[in-house]
């Protein structure tokens, strides 16, 4: 397996909303603690504005180049933010940044840990629970062999010193998952309040990989402690795949699921001047079963140069397209 991605700085840019104080079966065990920072301090004082939403200049949080970025709001502290992102500086990729001042300043970058024969990979996801304690997710790859991997996680009380990471969810000999995405229901109406979710595709990788992939979508009650793995959506022989999941959650607990469909037709695998389809499913039960998947759009995408799927039309090129390949 080889992997190749495109190095270019990124100048992260953000634009803040002005945000409200109160806005399958496999378990797993491996747990990193909280680390508790004697310095973590969290302030119940909103952002403020003279006009919501409130939008911020640019500001640059990587020193050394980063790519995939991710951004949450502490809900005690809105002031307080965390970036996940690709960074150059760390060995493989994945850190996290952070600013107790609503984005004026940034924190270097916090590397993610490696976790016995698994390293961080790519694509890291970042949010807050309801307690203002801090996740960050990303891929982890196997460093014997390069084909198998997991998602793993960390925690944090202050998002810079954060503990020893974890895995969310199943671990196989057998398996890589692929963009993963993390979701938190941090809503204080939630019968589920500060549950974690982290879904991600899986690709069979033996003898090789992308042979057969499905969505699936691990869940813990716990703060990490133990994770379920249930599938959303069944397996299917390559080039279909669904990929690019992402998670939000509503006041009632209710879960809601999103992510890039891909079906054999096309004259490329994986999107690639094809027709994707832009996906929904819900769980009303914390993740434990889904509803059957809609269809929320469609896109003919256009030729990439390279990438695992096209760009979006009309776009000049400038749609989002994958970047990381394997043979």
Known sequence: MSMK??????????????????????????????????SASFSATPATCSSAPCVLSPVQVSQSGATDASI????????????????????????????????????????????????????????????????????????????????????????VAWGPPGSAGLVSPYIFPDSPWLGIDSNKSSPRVNSLYASSTQYICRP??????????????????????????????????????????????????????????????????????MMFSKSKNGGSTWSTPTVMATATLVTSSGGYVGTIPNTKGAGYKHTRHRS
């Open 208 to 277: 090789a990989c992308y042979g057969a992939s499905r969505l699936v979508i691990s869940r813990s009650g716990d703060g990490g402690k133990t994770w379920q793995t249930s599938a959303v959506t069944p397996w299917q022989k390559q080039p279909a795949a669904d990929e690019y999941s992402n998670i939000a959650t509503g006041k009632d607990g209710t879960v809601f699921l999103t992510w890039l469909h891909c079906p054999r037709a096309g004259p490329t695998s994986g999107c690639n001047r094809s027709t994707a389809y």
């Open 72 to 159: 949450a709001a502490n809900p005690l502290s809105p002031q307080h933010l965390l970036v996940g992102a690709d960074d150059f500086s760390c060995f493989r990729g994945p850190g996290a940044y952070v600013s107790v001042n609503a984005g004026s300043t940034w924190s270097s970058p916090a590397c993610m840990m490696s976790l016995n024969m698994y390293s961080p990979l790519l694509g890291p996801s970042v949010g807050y629970d309801g307690k203002g304690v801090a996740y960050i997710a990303a891929d982890y790859i196997d460093e014997s062999n390069f084909q198998l991997g997991m998602v793993g996680f960390q925690r944090s009380s202050d998002g």
């Open 5 to 38: 991605s495109i190095f270019c700085g990124l100048l992260v840019s953000i634009a803040l909303s002005q945000f409200a104080s109160e806005s399958g079966l496999c378990q797993s065990t491996l747990f990193p603690t909280v680390y508790e920072s004697p």
